[in-house]
């Protein structure tokens, strides 16, 4: 990759921040499209997805940022971006386009959310790939429990005939004093010549204070050395704790 190429590549996630960060100091959301601007800023030790660090087993800290819009009636799009690490040396960012619709079902207090949620990768568009977002949901008192399918719409991580699908439940609990309670319990099911799925979860705990949003989480996985697709890199999978501040606005 060109010195050009990774000047773009880093001035299109400064972009994306900054802009979220101008959107942070507005007093009031105007309409746009019959909807309003929202966004989030995250600084994290790791960026850990499925159990797997996508920063080469934490080896650099993530600036990550989300640019969004959504109506009353719960049509919602936007943007995700990150830094990420991977043996790949193009591999050095990830931007994420998604739309989506969420919403109850009726009267009955169950919740649903579908998004389209595609990963792109500047200067490594051979690995771009996009997921389907399947969640229903539903509260109880306190407590919140979300059940997610996500199957890939074509070649997952752009590996040709292997197709993807997660499977996984998302519990949580607030208390009354401020702490979140949140986990995940997942299998990430892959087909394909030579593919093999995984399991993984993780459980942490968040509390906002001054605007901000402070996490600790734990993630884990049952990847080990002997994995038909990452046996040689299991080190990405390994158990961590990870840290995290965001701001949403």
């Known amino acids: 990759m060109t010195i050009k190429m990774k000047l773009q590549h880093?001035?299109?996630?400064?972009?994306?921040?900054?802009?979220?960060?101008?959107?942070?100091?507005?007093?009031?959301?105007?309409?746009?499209?019959?909807g309003t601007i929202n966004g989030n800023?995250?600084?994290?030790?790791?960026?850990?997805?499925?159990?797997?660090?996508?920063?080469?087993?934490?080896?650099?800290?993530?600036?990550?940022?989300?640019?969004?819009?959504?109506?009353?009636?719960?049509?919602?799009?936007?943007?995700?971006?990150?830094?990420?690490k991977f043996a790949d040396p193009n591999l050095e960012i990830v931007t994420a386009p998604f739309i989506g619709k969420a919403g109850e079902l009726g009267d009955s207090g169950?919740?649903?959310?579908?998004?389209?949620?595609?990963?792109?990768?500047?200067?490594?568009s051979y690995s771009n790939y996009t997921e389907l977002w399947l969640k229903v949901g539903k509260q109880f008192g306190q407590a919140n429990v979300q059940l997610e399918i996500t199957p890939t719409l074509d070649d997952w991580f752009g590996v040709d005939g292997w197709q993807g699908v997660n499977y996984a439940v998302h519990p949580s609990y607030a208390?009354?004093?401020?702490?979140?309670?949140?986990?995940?319990?997942?299998?990430?099911?892959?087909?394909?010549?030579g593919a093999e799925g995984w399991g993984h979860w993780n459980l942490g705990l968040?509390?906002?204070?001054?605007?901000?949003?402070?996490?600790?989480?734990?993630?884990?996985?049952?990847?080990?050395?002997?994995h038909k697709v990452y046996g040689t890199q299991t080190e990405i999978f390994d158990d961590r704790f990870v840290v995290g501040i965001s701001k949403s606005f």
Request: glycine share 14%.
């Open 10 to 34: 880093k001035l299109l996630i400064s972009g994306l921040l900054l802009s979220a960060v101008s959107i942070a100091h507005a007093e009031d959301k105007e309409q746009v499209l019959g």
């Open 41 to 84: 800023l995250t600084f994290a030790s790791d960026y850990v997805f499925r159990g797997e660090s996508e920063t080469m087993d934490g080896d650099v800290p993530v600036v990550q940022g989300t640019l969004g819009w959504g109506n009353d009636d719960g049509w919602y799009a936007g943007v995700f971006a990150s830094n990420i």
């Open 110 to 124: 169950f919740t649903y959310d579908v998004m389209v949620f595609s990963y792109l990768y500047p200067g490594a």
């Open 175 to 193: 208390f009354s004093n401020g702490i979140n309670v949140s986990g995940s319990v997942g299998y990430q099911d892959l087909d394909g010549e």
């Open 206 to 226: 968040s509390k906002t204070y001054a605007g901000l949003k402070f996490d600790l989480r734990y993630h884990g996985s049952t990847v080990d050395g002997t």
